[in-house]
């Protein structure tokens, strides 16, 4: 079959949608995209491909996203993986390898640095062996357990209960509202590049249904999907730190209705250190990177939940 290739602009949202709910069996909508590729704040977007059959149907697609990174007092323009996508008519067709190659050459134009992402175990061997991505390591996910009436992971299980777990949520996060506007990166630490936060950034992660809360006299980044997902913890210098920290954050998961704590963190940044013999430590998802034109030590950087472009 004969495939026809096109960049992403606001005219593929639609068929982004349709490609979303043959690949997933999830709905999406149009607003989703519209927000995700929002980019302009950073000069660049739409980076990414789709395939069309024969029919001019939606078959596959392959996008990044661009991030600011920094490292060592200076800034990068990269790119995180997301919404990788192929219908199963048309799995098998090598269109993922196909579309990830214009992609990553028409990032390098964009000017992109790097790409890294977090596949998952069905993607990563393509990612590794036919778009030859370096992965050094996985991000370790500390978690523990809350005893509470589970309505969160219901709510995540039978659809139908969301809206209402979510007017709930919101109701009880406004006992732990936080007056920050935004938090500083705790993977920046031990001289680990990462992504670099603004105001902007900010803005832009604020349409995924995350929230800034106060935990322990500090901001707390979070996302409840079936458990609590804490995507960053601000760090600052104040005494018996992890003895306030867990405490509230289990007396928020049980007022979500959250039976668990999960904080996804890289390896050996400051609250991996932290975390160790307060939570319970398990294998998390694979980082891997691809060099476009950088030169720079990938595996010097770290990462957390909150940079995840689905949090």
Not at 73 to 87: E, H
Not at 160 to 187: E, G, I, W
Not at 195 to 204: A, D, I, K, L, N
Request: proline letters at 4%.
């Amino acid at each position: 079959m004969e495939y026809r290739y096109k960049r992403v602009d606001e005219s593929c949202y639609k068929d982004l949608v349709l490609l979303y709910e043959a690949a997933f069996k999830q709905i999406t909508t149009v607003d989703y995209y519209q927000h995700k590729f929002d980019t302009d704040y950073l000069g660049v977007k739409h980076l990414g491909f789709l395939a069309y059959d024969d029919k001019d149907e939606p078959a596959a697609f392959y996008g990044v996203f661009p991030y600011m990174m920094e490292y060592k007092g200076k800034q990068y323009l990269a790119a995180q993986s997301g919404d990788t996508m192929t219908s199963p008519a048309h799995g098998g067709k090598g269109l993922f390898t196909t579309l990830a190659k214009m992609t990553y050459e028409l990032a390098k134009q964009e000017g992109i640095q790097f790409i890294f992402g977090f596949p998952n175990a069905n993607s990563y061997p393509g990612f590794v062996k036919k778009l030859n991505w370096t992965h050094q390591e996985n991000m370790t996910n500390w978690e523990t357990s809350v005893f509470t009436f589970p309505c969160a992971a219901l709510a995540k299980k039978f659809p139908a209960l969301a809206p209402l777990h979510k007017a709930y949520t919101k109701l009880v996060l406004r006992f732990f509202k936080t007056d920050k506007t935004f938090n500083s990166n705790s993977a920046l630490t031990f001289g680990y590049g990462g992504v670099h936060r603004s105001e902007e950034y900010f803005r832009y992660k604020s349409f995924y249904n995350n929230h800034l809360v106060d935990i322990g006299n500090r901001a707390a980044w979070i996302k409840v999907d079936g458990a609590l997902l804490v995507g960053d913890i601000e760090l600052n210098e104040r005494a018996n730190l992890m003895q306030k920290i867990k405490p509230s954050l289990k007396w928020l998961a049980f007022w979500l209705g959250c039976n668990k704590i999960i904080i996804p963190v890289g390896k050996d940044t400051m609250w991996d250190t932290l975390l160790r013999g307060w939570f319970t430590p398990a294998e998390g998802i694979y980082i891997g990177y691809l060099d476009l034109q950088s030169g720079l030590p990938l595996e010097n950087f770290k990462f957390v939940l909150a940079d995840f472009d689905t949090f």
